[in-house]
């Protein structure tokens, strides 16, 4: 059972996490933060619960998904009522991924690379390059512009490019005194060069010169390639979450 000051500091910073990867619309239901973005990216269209005594009707939860023709997708975190997941694995749904919520201290020792531009909103040139590289599937795009644009300022838009190729990119999201880090992508002509930790440095630089004194950040537990990077840059686990969803039908 986790007490009830780990609870209030896993709630704050899912609320800070939902406000930097914003979804297109959001409801509360029964103790649940429900997220819609039309199927573009599980985070943003999935199932939250807020609190330990939220309710465990999945039918309900589940109606708004349905009533979209979209599979809900369960995303359980410390917050979710006790033995959620065994009621939704008794039902055949199935854990698809497991995540780290991360979070470091900032500090002033962390430099900004001239090489790394960083706009307060993405370029046409940013918008496409990650939509090619993240990637994004065609009937998706909009749908990520439109989400981009809704990362509430102070947002970091972290870019390098050689001879007008992108190679490296990444978001920062600053709200308070933290700042989210989000999609940090290499290309892969360009890995193996410390492109992510260029990219990752130079925005918590940015975000230092903002106010935040924390950065945080969600990678999936299996991503072998950036824990290293960002244990050494200071990120220890917060929390834990899981995606679950239905059988297919």
């Known amino acids: 059972m986790s007490s009830p000051q780990k609870l209030d500091e896993v709630r704050r910073l899912e609320r800070l996490a939902f406000r930097g990867w914003p979804a297109l619309e959001s409801q509360d239901l029964q103790g649940w933060h429900l997220r819609f973005s039309g199927g573009y990216t599980k985070r943003a269209n999935s199932i939250n619960a807020l609190e330990p005594q939220?309710?465990?009707?999945?039918?309900?939860?589940?109606?708004?998904?349905?009533?979209?023709?979209?599979?809900?997708?369960?995303?359980?975190?410390?917050?979710?009522?006790?033995?959620?997941?065994?009621?939704?694995?008794?039902?055949?749904?199935?854990?698809?991924?497991?995540?780290?919520?991360?979070?470091?201290?900032?500090?002033?020792?962390?430099?900004?690379?001239?090489?790394?531009?960083?706009?307060?909103?993405?370029?046409?040139?940013?918008?496409?390059?990650?939509?090619?590289?993240?990637?994004?599937?065609?009937?998706?795009?909009?749908?990520?512009?439109?989400?981009?644009?809704?990362?509430?300022?102070?947002?970091?838009?972290?870019?390098?490019?050689?001879?007008?190729?992108?190679?490296?990119?990444?978001?920062?999201?600053?709200?308070?005194?933290?700042?989210?880090?989000?999609?940090?992508l290499v290309m892969p002509e360009a890995r193996r060069q410390g492109l992510a930790r260029r990219v990752t440095e130079s925005l918590y630089a940015w975000a230092w010169e903002k106010g935040a004194r924390f950065a945080y950040l969600q990678v999936v537990a299996t991503n072998a390639a950036a824990m290293p990077l960002y244990a050494a840059q200071g990120f220890r686990t917060v929390y834990e979450y899981e995606y679950l969803v239905p059988p297919a039908s």
């Open 54 to 184: 939220a309710s465990t009707d999945v039918e309900a939860l589940e109606a708004p998904f349905r009533k979209r023709r979209r599979p809900p997708v369960w995303r359980l975190t410390p917050l979710a009522p006790a033995g959620m997941a065994d009621l939704l694995k008794a039902r055949d749904y199935e854990p698809i991924e497991r995540s780290l919520l991360q979070r470091c201290p900032l500090h002033d020792g962390f430099l900004a690379d001239p090489a790394v531009e960083i706009s307060p909103s993405p370029s046409p040139a940013w918008i496409e390059a990650f939509a090619a590289h993240s990637p994004v599937r065609p009937e998706h795009r909009e749908t990520m512009r439109r989400m981009l644009q809704a990362i509430a300022q102070p947002a970091g838009f972290a870019f390098v490019r050689h001879e007008g190729r992108p190679m490296a990119m990444a978001i920062g999201a600053v709200e308070g005194d933290h700042m989210g880090l989000f999609d940090v």
